[in-house]
């Protein structure tokens, strides 16, 4: 199959969810030796998860399907350019390629502007809108001490 094939199926999804409802009309496939191992369409809104967006849905059904967290080896397609969390998760998942039709620019003329969060992103910590304040870190570098000594840890 061609990239475009592949792309086609997300766009697919994401036209699927302006008829259902489920979310968001985007659509997301990860792909792996060309072969669709992973489906995603945004189900935000009918799942109550905010995390739900359809690339983040399609890596956690492409781990499932492959018995793997990490998807280095496979190219995700994407109906829109990933927001922050989802290009995150894209990053988490060590996926090798992302192909994306849509622009974040097409998506913020339907109404999903990510610009806020690319701006509070890039600021540091003490100048985003949302307050955050340090709290036991110390008690908290201990875990991390003992992941350190720990045998029992599978680095990722």
């Not at 190219?75 to 989802?86: A, G, K, R």
């Not at 509070?120 to 340090?134: F, G, M, V, Y």
Request: charged content about 25%.
């Amino acid at each position: 199959m061609k990239d475009e094939t592949y792309m086609l199926e997300a766009i697919k999804l994401a036209e699927s969810n302006v008829y259902s409802g489920e979310g968001g009309p985007f659509g997301a496939v990860v792909v792996k030796n060309g072969k669709i191992v992973g489906l995603g369409r945004n189900k935000v809104t009918s799942s109550n998860d905010p995390t739900a967006h359809a690339e983040v849905v399609a890596i956690r059904d492409a781990c499932r399907n492959l018995g793997t967290y990490s998807l280095e080896g496979c190219t995700i397609y994407s109906s829109c350019e990933p927001c922050p969390m989802c290009l995150s998760a894209i990053y988490w998942a060590r996926i090798s390629k992302l192909y994306y039709a849509a622009s974040r620019f097409d998506a913020a003329n339907a109404g999903f502007d990510d610009a806020y969060l690319y701006e509070q992103i890039s600021l540091q910590s003490s100048e985003r809108k949302l307050p955050a304040k340090t709290l036991l870190g110390d008690e908290a570098v201990k875990v991390f001490e003992e992941w350190i000594k720990s045998e029992n840890k599978i680095p990722y």
